[in-house]
């Protein structure tokens, strides 16, 4: 049910006045000038800053504002490779970053361990430890795939409600802004994922054959 | 540079009571190696240093090979020096030595007092390989965290267990998913259809 009528609405803004509900303009605001923190770890960061380079021109979006500090910045892109002794530092970067604050993984690397998976050093995707709101898979991936993740980002943050009940995490004051940090332990990390940020996925060949004729 | 039987002849006489064998790469590097004993590596690699026919002023990598033990023959983990001389151009003399695997014995003599490129090779070798160096100035983990207990590139290292999930388990991949979930799932969409027919 849209607020206002929208034959009106189009007739004012022939006139230059533009009639539209608070939460669009927050949201434009805010999806308008995403800030993300300068920070790379591995071979996608050469993507990152190609991005934000006159070529593919990131400024377009309004997130060509890197800041060097995490307490200025909106987004962080996990942009390569996240070492098992890199994670807590990743970790605590974007618990320092104030809300509303996303996150963009950024690679095969930052999604999934990537062709360093079977190893025994790299974490196997950041989302076990932050919430993440666009994966971009690639390896890695193009400016425009990082481009495309800035858009999907930006529609996610349009789409937000500003409504009780309805709002993102980050209106409630009692949402966790911060996740826990794992430590270093004798073999790995402790814990090796935050169970309350990531439970590994269920697909159709972790079903069991006892499971299906149960079923 | 002289043949490689001319070089242990050499530092042999140079240095007294050594023990030094050559070791006979495969043909694809073509390198021939000088194995040292333990108690005359620092002194036979002092010797290639300073002595003008070699003056080898450059180590340009160290690092670590583990040999697991083999029928009755005891493993052991070598250490690799690869010596080069910028001032004369010629090079490599391949260093190695060997200590035993076990971590309690597994020490070699540090040649970081010689040649300073060797502190960060020493350390890493140390950390991935579990060799101590007798004589380094600073022998900490370089590249895992120092609460790590490990030595990640030893053959009989165990990865932790924080494999969880894998889409396409196959080979080695699914072994491990059966060994972990205790179960071997359906690998086809096929055999899960038939089961589930049945």
Redesign the interface.
Same mark, same amino acid.
């Given at each position: 049910m849209p607020i206002i009528d929208e034959g009106l609405k189009s007739e004012l803004q022939k006139h230059g006045i533009f009639v539209l509900p608070i939460e669009q303009l927050y949201n434009w605001g805010r999806k308008s000038s995403i800030w993300p923190l300068q920070f790379g770890l591995a071979c996608c960061a050469i993507e990152m800053i190609a991005s934000a380079a006159s070529r593919y021109d990131l400024a377009r979006f309004g997130a060509e504002v890197f800041r060097a500090t995490p307490r200025q910045a909106d987004l962080m892109i996990v942009a390569g490779t996240v070492t =098992?002794?890199m994670a807590p530092q990743v970790v605590r970067l974007y618990n320092q970053m104030p809300e509303p604050k996303y996150c963009i993984a950024m690679g095969a690397c930052a999604i999934s361990g990537g062709p360093f =998976? &079977?190893? @025994? /050093?790299v974490l =196997?995707g950041i989302d076990r430890y932050i919430p993440v709101d666009v994966h971009i898979p690639g390896c890695p991936p193009r400016p425009e795939a990082l481009i495309h993740a800035i858009m999907t980002l930006q529609r996610k943050i349009a789409a937000q409600d500003l409504e009780k009940g309805r709002r993102p995490r980050w209106y409630d004051k009692d949402a966790p802004s911060e996740f826990a940090i794992p430590s @270093?332990? #004798?073999? #790995?990390?402790e814990p $090796?994922?935050n169970a309350e940020v990531w439970q $590994? $996925?269920r /697909? @159709?060949? &972790?079903?069991?054959?006892?499971e299906? =004729?149960k079923s | 540079m002289e043949a490689i039987e001319k070089i242990k002849e050499i530092a042999a006489q140079g240095v007294a009571g050594a023990q030094i064998e050559i070791i006979n790469s495969t043909p694809a590097a073509q390198q021939p190696a000088l194995l040292v004993d333990r108690e005359h590596v620092y002194a036979v690699a002092k010797f290639f240093k300073e002595d003008p026919r070699f003056q080898m002023d450059f180590c340009s990598c160290v690092t670590g090979v583990d040999y697991l033990p083999k029928g009755d023959k005891p493993g052991f983990i070598e250490v690799v020096y690869h010596l080069y001389s910028v001032a004369q151009k010629h090079g490599p003399i391949v260093l190695k030595v060997r200590a035993p695997r076990e971590l309690e014995q597994c020490h070699v003599p540090s040649l970081t007092p010689l040649w300073r490129g060797c502190e960060f090779q020493e350390r890493e070798a140390f950390d991935l390989y579990g060799v101590k160096f007798d004589g380094h100035p600073d022998l900490r983990r370089i590249l895992m965290w120092d609460e790590f207990t490990d030595h990640p590139m030893r053959k009989d290292y165990a990865p932790p267990a924080d494999y969880e999930w894998e889409p396409t388990p196959h080979d080695e991949t699914l072994q491990r998913a059966a060994e972990m979930h205790g179960v071997i799932p359906p690998t086809s969409m096929a055999e899960l259809e038939k089961a589930k027919k049945k």
């Open positions: =098992k002794k =998976k &079977d190893g @025994y /050093n =196997k @270093y332990g #004798d073999h #790995d990390l $090796p994922a $590994p $996925p /697909n @159709y060949r &972790d079903v069991t054959l006892e299906v =004729k | -």
